[in-house]
Structures are given as C-alpha cells and as structure tokens.
C-alpha cells in the first residue's frame, strides 16, 4: 500500500497515470471483450479511436469466482467430466 502511494506522487507515476488519463479522456468505449488470463478474467475495453485498454477487477479474479459462483463453476466442470459426478460432489 505505501508503495502505491509512493507511486502515485513520484514525477515518473504521476506522468504514467496522466498518461493513462490521456489516453481514456474524450474516448469512448464502443465495446467490450472479456478473455481468460490464467488468474482472472480480463477485460478490455476498446475506444472509439481503435486503441484497447485493460482492466482487471478483482472481483473477476480466479479466488473471487470460486468463492461467488462455486455452485456454477462445479456444474461446469463435470460437464468436462461427467463420469466424476457423485464421486466428488461435495
């Protein structure tokens, strides 16, 4: 945490994020893509001027996803492996 903060007001963070700022400001998003980054699922938002962005949300992280949809996430994987139901159902 006190490294971000460090960031956020040194000279080379300061001009990253007004770089990012640059970038995003007067845009807008004209749609958006989700893909699988091993760890989380990731988000990319893409602008009208063709450029992409990348967003990750903690709540799409992998332990994130386990926890809210447990009961989804089991019934997707034994449509992988249907001959494991009722030997591994908990």
Not at 41 to 63: C, I, K, M, N
Not at 71 to 89: H, I, M, S
Request: with cysteine; hydrophobic share 35%.
């Amino acid at each position: 945490m006190a490294d971000i903060d460090r960031f956020m007001r040194s000279k080379a963070g300061k001009k990253h994020l007004r770089e990012i700022r640059r970038m995003l400001k007067g845009h807008t998003v004209v749609d958006v893509s989700f893909a699988n980054d091993v760890w989380c699922v990731a988000t990319t938002l893409h602008l009208d001027d063709g450029e992409t962005f990348e967003v990750y949300q903690p709540s799409l992280e992998v332990d994130a996803l386990r926890e809210e949809f447990h009961d989804v996430l089991q019934e997707e994987y034994f449509k992988d492996y249907p001959e494991r139901r009722g030997t591994e159902e908990s």
